[in-house]
Protein backbone atom coordinates (compact mmCIF):
# COMPACT_ATOMS: atom_id res chain seq x y z
CA UNK A 1 0.00 0.00 0.00
CA UNK A 2 1.18 3.14 -0.66
CA UNK A 3 1.00 4.82 3.09
CA UNK A 4 3.47 1.74 4.18
CA UNK A 5 6.02 3.28 1.42
CA UNK A 6 5.35 6.46 2.69
CA UNK A 7 5.56 5.64 6.32
CA UNK A 8 8.59 3.14 6.05
CA UNK A 9 10.48 5.52 3.79
CA UNK A 10 9.79 8.90 4.95
CA UNK A 11 8.31 8.94 8.02
CA UNK A 12 11.81 10.23 9.61
CA UNK A 13 11.50 13.60 7.25
CA UNK A 14 8.35 14.31 8.70
CA UNK A 15 9.39 13.77 12.72
CA UNK A 16 12.85 15.46 12.40
CA UNK A 17 12.36 18.49 9.64
CA UNK A 18 16.19 18.55 8.81
CA UNK A 19 15.38 18.80 4.97
CA UNK A 20 12.63 21.59 4.70
CA UNK A 21 12.22 21.15 0.83
CA UNK A 22 12.09 17.31 1.60
CA UNK A 23 9.70 17.73 4.43
CA UNK A 24 7.45 19.78 2.17
CA UNK A 25 7.56 17.07 -0.05
CA UNK A 26 6.49 14.64 2.06
CA UNK A 27 3.97 16.31 3.84
CA UNK A 28 2.11 17.49 0.66
CA UNK A 29 1.99 13.91 -0.30
CA UNK A 30 0.66 12.10 2.61
CA UNK A 31 -2.25 14.94 2.73
CA UNK A 32 -2.87 13.42 -1.45
CA UNK A 33 -2.84 10.01 0.12
CA UNK A 34 -5.38 10.88 2.88
CA UNK A 35 -7.47 12.70 0.76
CA UNK A 36 -7.59 10.09 -1.95
CA UNK A 37 -8.48 7.78 1.18
CA UNK A 38 -11.66 9.77 2.45
CA UNK A 39 -9.64 10.54 5.58
CA UNK A 40 -10.13 14.18 5.79
CA UNK A 41 -8.77 14.77 9.06
CA UNK A 42 -5.10 13.34 8.56
CA UNK A 43 -5.05 15.52 5.34
CA UNK A 44 -5.51 18.59 7.37
CA UNK A 45 -2.94 17.31 9.77
CA UNK A 46 -1.04 17.20 7.32
CA UNK A 47 -1.76 20.22 5.71
CA UNK A 48 -1.38 22.46 8.68
CA UNK A 49 2.10 21.08 9.56
CA UNK A 50 3.54 22.60 5.95
CA UNK A 51 1.24 26.04 6.43
CA UNK A 52 3.00 25.93 9.63
CA UNK A 53 6.29 26.31 8.15
CA UNK A 54 7.65 29.51 7.27
CA UNK A 55 6.61 29.71 3.68
CA UNK A 56 10.20 31.63 2.75
CA UNK A 57 11.45 28.59 3.28
CA UNK A 58 10.03 26.85 0.29
CA UNK A 59 10.79 27.22 -3.49
CA UNK A 60 8.02 28.73 -5.69
CA UNK A 61 6.88 25.35 -7.05
CA UNK A 62 6.72 24.08 -3.47
CA UNK A 63 4.46 26.65 -2.87
CA UNK A 64 2.17 26.21 -5.47
CA UNK A 65 1.67 22.57 -5.24
CA UNK A 66 1.15 23.29 -1.50
CA UNK A 67 -1.77 25.92 -2.40
CA UNK A 68 -2.72 23.06 -5.05
CA UNK A 69 -3.04 20.29 -2.11
CA UNK A 70 -4.74 22.90 0.02
CA UNK A 71 -7.53 24.13 -2.45
CA UNK A 72 -8.07 20.66 -3.24
CA UNK A 73 -8.92 19.67 0.67
CA UNK A 74 -11.61 21.95 0.83
CA UNK A 75 -13.25 21.36 -2.55
CA UNK A 76 -13.08 16.97 -1.08
CA UNK A 77 -14.66 18.09 1.98
CA UNK A 78 -17.61 20.01 -0.37
CA UNK A 79 -16.58 23.74 1.80
CA UNK A 80 -17.21 25.33 -2.07
CA UNK A 81 -17.21 29.04 -0.91
CA UNK A 82 -13.94 28.02 0.95
CA UNK A 83 -12.82 26.32 -2.13
CA UNK A 84 -13.78 29.09 -4.22
CA UNK A 85 -12.03 32.07 -2.34
CA UNK A 86 -9.00 29.95 -2.21
CA UNK A 87 -8.72 29.63 -6.05
CA UNK A 88 -9.66 33.37 -6.31
CA UNK A 89 -6.50 34.39 -3.90
CA UNK A 90 -4.62 31.37 -5.58
CA UNK A 91 -5.09 32.76 -9.26
CA UNK A 92 -3.82 36.53 -7.80
CA UNK A 93 -1.00 34.63 -6.33
CA UNK A 94 0.44 33.54 -9.77
CA UNK A 95 -0.48 36.45 -11.38
CA UNK A 96 1.50 38.10 -9.32
CA UNK A 97 4.48 36.23 -9.93
CA UNK A 98 6.74 37.06 -12.98
CA UNK A 99 4.89 34.66 -16.29
CA UNK A 100 6.58 31.62 -17.14
CA UNK A 101 5.31 27.91 -18.74
CA UNK A 102 5.28 26.59 -15.22
CA UNK A 103 2.49 29.48 -14.02
CA UNK A 104 0.35 29.18 -17.06
CA UNK A 105 0.06 25.29 -16.21
CA UNK A 106 -0.69 25.98 -12.56
CA UNK A 107 -2.65 29.04 -13.66
CA UNK A 108 -4.83 26.21 -15.95
CA UNK A 109 -4.77 23.85 -13.15
CA UNK A 110 -6.88 26.28 -10.80
CA UNK A 111 -9.03 27.32 -14.01
CA UNK A 112 -10.30 23.51 -14.06
CA UNK A 113 -10.72 23.43 -10.41
CA UNK A 114 -12.94 26.33 -10.45
CA UNK A 115 -14.97 24.47 -13.21
CA UNK A 116 -15.38 21.25 -10.75
CA UNK A 117 -15.92 23.27 -7.68
CA UNK A 118 -18.65 25.50 -9.87
CA UNK A 119 -20.72 22.11 -11.38
CA UNK A 120 -20.77 20.05 -7.81
CA UNK A 121 -21.50 23.77 -6.09
CA UNK A 122 -23.98 25.28 -8.64
CA UNK A 123 -24.40 22.44 -10.62
CA UNK A 124 -22.98 24.60 -13.65
CA UNK A 125 -21.81 22.35 -16.78
CA UNK A 126 -18.88 21.36 -17.76
CA UNK A 127 -17.26 23.01 -20.79
CA UNK A 128 -17.43 20.08 -23.61
CA UNK A 129 -14.08 20.48 -24.13
CA UNK A 130 -13.21 19.43 -20.19
CA UNK A 131 -11.66 15.77 -21.15
CA UNK A 132 -9.29 17.69 -23.31
CA UNK A 133 -8.09 20.24 -20.73
CA UNK A 134 -7.68 17.48 -18.07
CA UNK A 135 -5.55 15.38 -20.55
CA UNK A 136 -2.18 17.29 -19.26
CA UNK A 137 -3.60 16.09 -15.66
CA UNK A 138 -3.61 12.99 -16.48
CA UNK A 139 -0.16 11.47 -17.08
CA UNK A 140 3.22 11.72 -15.88
CA UNK A 141 3.62 14.00 -12.03
CA UNK A 142 0.62 15.83 -13.06
CA UNK A 143 -1.83 12.97 -12.83
CA UNK A 144 -1.53 12.86 -8.73
CA UNK A 145 -3.42 16.43 -8.91
CA UNK A 146 -5.38 15.44 -11.54
CA UNK A 147 -7.12 12.72 -9.97
CA UNK A 148 -7.60 14.92 -7.22
CA UNK A 149 -9.69 17.07 -9.81
CA UNK A 150 -11.47 13.46 -10.57
CA UNK A 151 -12.23 12.35 -7.26
CA UNK A 152 -14.03 15.95 -6.33
CA UNK A 153 -16.14 15.41 -9.43
CA UNK A 154 -17.36 11.88 -8.16
CA UNK A 155 -18.12 13.57 -4.66
CA UNK A 156 -21.34 13.22 -4.23
Do not use: C
Amino acid sequence: EAQDMLDENTKDVILHRTDIGMFFNVARNYAVLHIHKNEFDKALEYIHMFLQVNRVETDLLGEILNRIVQNAYFAAIGDWETALNLIKKNKKFLANKPQSVMITEYDKFFNLLRLVVRHKAKDEKLPVDFDEQMSAYRRNIAKLYGDLLLKILQKK
